[in-house]
């Protein structure tokens, strides 16, 4: 017995151009995840990494090779089993906040649960207690537009972990911020993670960030190492 949350088997990604060549990003990508480790994927812009963590997400697919989380594979999953297994079990960030302009942090943070029909009393509460984790209680009626890029950043981290993964992807977290704003963030993000025992994939190309995972992979010429 194993006690890998994801597992990725031959994983390959290829765009198809309109001039009909084809793009190879990745291939043949063997790589595992222990439940409650912290990993992170540096490489440089363009090396594929977005395109490898939206796949390990299950928010895109890949040309060849499958990936299984909690020892399903999501390649065999309908588009629902497909969305529940994310809204229940995943959590991401995403390069650019993503948080709807129309919603405000609070709203934007319990998300996941209203969209997982989930959003009780319970779960206000935990968001409550996030946001005043993150220093973001004074904030919580603001809208995005209202919120400076480190606040943004911080709801969408509240927002990634208000379902308690079981994994969070996290694509450049602290990318756009200031070194100072993006080291204090992480060092939140990463005590949130371990008071949830959530296992933790992020992308960065920021090795500082980097080291502070337990283990660190290299995206290079298509290849993980
Ligand atoms: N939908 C698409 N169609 C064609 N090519 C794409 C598509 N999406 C991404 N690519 C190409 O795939 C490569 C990898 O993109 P990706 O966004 O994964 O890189 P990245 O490592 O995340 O870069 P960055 O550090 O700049 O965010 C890029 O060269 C990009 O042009
Ligand atoms: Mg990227």
């Known amino acids: 017995m194993n006690n890998n949350i ?3 088997t031959g994983l390959s990604k290829a765009f ?20 409650g480790a912290t990993v992170s994927i540096v490489g440089s812009s363009g090396s594929g990494k977005t395109s490898l963590l939206q796949i390990l997400a299950g928010l895109d697919k890949p040309t060849a090779g499958y ?25 991401f960030i ?14 934007n943070t319990l998300m996941p ?4 029909n989930k959003n009780n009393k319970e779960g206000k509460e935990y968001a409550g207690y996030i946001l ?38 996290a694509d450049e977290p602290t990318g756009n911020l200031d070194n100072t704003t993006a080291h ?3 060092d939140i993000f990463l005590s949130l993670q371990e008071e ?23 995206l290079h010429n298509g290849k993980l190492a």
């Not at 649960?113 to 997982?116: A, K, Q, R, V, Y």
């Not at 004074?138 to 079981?166: C, D, F, T, W």
């Not at 992308?203 to 290299?218: C, F, G, L, M, S």
């Open 16 to 35: 198809t151009q309109s001039s009909g060549d084809k793009l190879e990003i990745f291939s043949d990508i063997n790589f595992s995840l222990e439940a």
């Open 132 to 169: 005043n984790k993150l220093g973001l209680a004074k904030r919580m009626e603001h809208y995005p537009s209202q919120l400076s890029g480190g606040e943004r950043q911080r709801v969408a981290i509240a927002r990634a972990v208000i379902n308690q993964p079981k994994i969070i992807f």
């Open 113 to 116: 649960l209203i969209i997982g």
């Open 67 to 91: 990936v299984s989380v909690d020892g399903k594979n999501l390649q065999q999953m309908s588009s629902n089993q497909l969305c529940q297994l994310r809204n229940e079990k995943l959590g």
């Open 196 to 218: 949830l025992n959530t296992s933790l994939i992020v992308v960065t190309h920021d090795h500082e960030i980097a080291n502070r995972t337990q283990q660190k992979y290299t």
């Open 94 to 107: 995403y390069q650019f906040h993503h948080l709807l302009p129309e919603f405000t942090a609070l709203e």
């Open 184 to 186: 204090h963030v992480l």
């Open 6 to 8: 994801l597992q990725t």
